[in-house]
């Protein structure tokens, strides 16, 4: 490692990347998480479509910044110490050996003499996770949103199960001796976790990624929803964000694996599960007209216009029951 720093030493004391501290801590976003609330349930009291429609979006919005300082405040714990960190992260590396995966240190050493390159693949790494994934649900909540619930489920389900798994430490590879990987964030003065010596718990967490998780998971979210021919292109995020956890010594390609396979059995059981609602759920009387797009919002605020009535008279869509879904939507 000392070797690799130094061949890349010249490059390293000169235009460097600092990155911005942006993303809120635990306590912060548990806070926030909390004051929206206690705002949501203020919105839903006032009884107004309008507010309880605005109520909707607050608590959406709560419940994902939850889940972020859940995320951010688990990093911290572990069921075992962090002696065995190294030895499970050795396992894995010559796991991938045995396997015949590609080097992490031959596809690091392609971009190290390219410090612009280097820089913004840690600026990737610290900050495009999570507003990139804040956007998709945005958009999926503002223009889709029978999808938004399914796949918001799928999001808590994928998160937490990488967060169980997590609670067992592993090394990340910039932590192996031996291997001539590079921590390319210490490199530049770009890391976020502590500078101290010793092992920061949060750095421990490896196994999975939760960035890749996320990143297959924008993918999906966009392949399965939009219309556009220009959807496939989705799938560049995932794969430019495990290069990126790569490149930076982060995580090994087996993190990223195990998150796929993660998200790939929440989605099957997800789809086993609203197919086991679907054949259970009681038939539409014939005449009954299908419950409008956006139906959620009405659920719980009194309105008694056509729409809320029609709501609270007829199948959710967008849970699985009665109708099918629209699948008409563009992007």
């Not at 796991?95 to 003499?113: G, K, Y």
């Not at 964000?241 to 998150?259: Q, R």
């Not at 759920?281 to 009405?298: E, H």
Request: net charge positive.
């Amino acid at each position: 490692m000392n070797h690799a720093c130094e061949a890349v030493g010249g490059f390293a004391r000169k235009d460097r990347w600092h990155v911005p501290d942006l993303e809120l801590s635990w306590p912060q976003a548990a806070v926030v998480a909390g004051v929206l609330g206690v705002a949501a349930v203020a919105l839903r009291l006032a009884r107004r479509p309008r507010l309880t429609a605005v109520a909707v979006f607050t608590q959406e919005t709560a419940l994902v910044l939850g889940l972020f300082a859940l995320w951010q405040y688990a990093g911290s714990f572990s069921v075992m110490g962090p002696d065995g960190a190294l030895a499970r992260g050795r396992w894995i590396w010559h796991l991938e050996r045995a396997a015949h995966l590609p080097s992490e240190t031959v596809v690091q050493r392609v971009f190290l003499p390219h410090p612009l390159l280097v820089q913004a693949f840690n600026l990737y790494y610290d900050t495009l996770h999570f507003p990139v994934l804040i956007a998709c649900l945005v958009w999926l909540f503002v223009w889709h949103r029978t999808r938004y619930r399914h796949l918001r489920t799928t999001l808590v389900a994928v998160t937490g199960a990488c967060l169980l798994i997590q609670l067992v430490p592993v090394a990340p590879p910039r932590m192996l001796p031996g291997t001539g990987l590079v921590d390319t964030a210490v490199l530049y003065h770009q890391s976020v976790y502590a500078t101290q010596a010793g092992f920061d718990p949060d750095q421990l967490s490896a196994m999975p990624s939760v960035h890749v998780a996320w990143a297959i998971l924008v993918a999906v979210m966009v392949t399965t929803t939009a219309r556009s021919a220009w959807r496939w292109l989705a799938w560049l995020y995932p794969a430019a964000t495990t290069l990126a956890v790569v490149v930076t010594a982060n995580h090994y390609w087996m993190d990223g694996i195990v998150a796929g396979l993660i998200l790939a059995v929440v989605l099957l059981v997800q789809r086993v599960l609203v197919r086991g609602a679907r054949g259970s759920a009681p038939t539409r009387p014939s005449g009954t007209p299908p419950r409008p797009a956006g139906c959620p919002q009405y659920a719980s605020s009194g309105d008694r216009s056509p729409d809320a009535e029609l709501c609270q008279t007829t199948p959710d869509r967008s849970s699985g029951t009665g109708a099918s879904p629209r699948t008409g939507s563009r992007s």
